[in-house]
T-cell receptor
Framework: DTGVSQNPRHKITKRGQNVTFRCDPI?????LYWYRQTLGQGPEFLTY????????KSRLLSDRFSAERPKGSFSTLEIQRTEQGDSAMYLC?????????????FGPGTRLTVT | KQEVTQIPAALSVPEGENLVLNCSFT??????LQWFRQDPGKGLTSLLL?????REQTSGRLNASLDKSSGRSTLYIAASQPGDSATYLC?????????????FGQGTELSVKP
C-alpha cells in the first residue's frame, strides 16, 4: 500500500484568498479525517467522512471551511477568505475497520502560511 | 468532554537511558488509545495502538500501557537513541464514536543527547 498523500505540501497565500488542499487516502480505506495542528499543539479534529458521507464536523470548521469527498475516494478541504489565524499544518488521515481498531494513518500534511 | 494531557512538555535525556512518557485522559470510556511520533515539520507516524480491553502493547524497544481506571497511559522507551528524538503524541478515541475523531494531547518533545 502506498501511504496517505497530501498536496500541496506547502502553501503561502495572502489574506483574503481562497485555498484548496487535496488528500488521497490509502486505497480501500473508507474513512477519511482532517485535522489542524498549530505550532506546539496536538492536532485538533476538523471533520471526517465515511465513504462520501461527511459524518461529523467540529465547531472549529467555520462557514469559511468546506470539505468534500466525491465518490468516496480523495478529499478536498477548501478555505475561503483566508485569515492569518488559519496558518497551520493541515493533516489528513485514513482508516478502515481492520481488526476493529480503525487505526488512523496520517499523511505528511499541508503547511499553510497566510501573510 | 474528553481531555488528554501529556506531561512533561519537553524531556532531555542522555543516550542509552530508559524513559517513560505520560499521557492522562479525563473520560475512561475510551475505545482505544494511539501513540504517535512526529518529526519536525512532518506528519504523524503511528507507533502503537492499545484497545480498551488490552493492558499493554509492545513493538521493539517501545512498550505502551493502558490503565483505564486511573485514566493513564505510558510509553516506555528502552535504551534511547539520538534517532528517537521527536515529539511523541498520544490520542484517545472515545467509546461512543468508535470510528471517529482522535483527541490528542499536546505532545512531549523528546531530545536524546549522544
Amino acid at each position: 500500500d502506498t501511504g496517505v498523500s497530501q498536496n500541496p505540501r506547502h502553501k503561502i497565500t495572502k489574506r483574503g484568498q481562497n485555498v484548496t488542499f487535496r488528500c488521497d487516502p490509502i486505497s480501500e480505506h473508507n474513512r477519511l479525517y482532517w485535522y489542524r495542528q498549530t505550532l506546539g499543539q496536538g492536532p485538533e479534529f476538523l471533520t471526517y467522512f465515511q465513504n462520501e458521507a461527511q459524518l461529523e464536523k467540529s465547531r472549529l470548521l467555520s462557514d469559511r471551511f468546506s470539505a468534500e469527498r466525491p465518490k468516496g475516494s480523495f478529499s478536498t478541504l477548501e478555505i475561503q477568505r483566508t485569515e492569518q489565524g488559519d496558518s497551520a499544518m493541515y493533516l489528513c488521515a485514513s482508516s478502515t475497520r481492520d481488526r476493529g481498531t480503525y487505526e488512523q494513518y496520517f499523511g505528511p500534511g499541508t503547511r499553510l502560511t497566510v501573510t | 468532554k474528553q481531555e488528554v494531557t501529556q506531561i512533561p512538555a519537553a524531556l532531555s535525556v542522555p543516550e542509552g537511558e530508559n524513559l517513560v512518557l505520560n499521557c492522562s485522559f479525563t473520560d475512561s470510556a475510551i475505545y482505544n488509545l494511539q501513540w504517535f511520533r512526529q518529526d519536525p515539520g512532518k506528519g504523524l507516524t503511528s507507533l502503537l495502538l492499545i484497545q480498551s480491553s488490552q493492558r499493554e502493547q509492545t513493538s521493539g524497544r517501545l512498550n505502551a500501557s493502558l490503565d483505564k481506571s486511573s485514566g493513564r497511559s505510558t510509553l516506555y522507551i528502552a535504551a534511547s537513541q539520538p534517532g528517537d528524538s521527536a515529539t511523541y503524541l498520544c490520542a484517545a478515541r472515545i467509546s461512543y464514536n468508535q470510528g471517529g475523531k482522535l483527541i490528542f494531547g499536546q505532545g512531549t518533545e523528546l531530545s536524546v543527547k549522544p
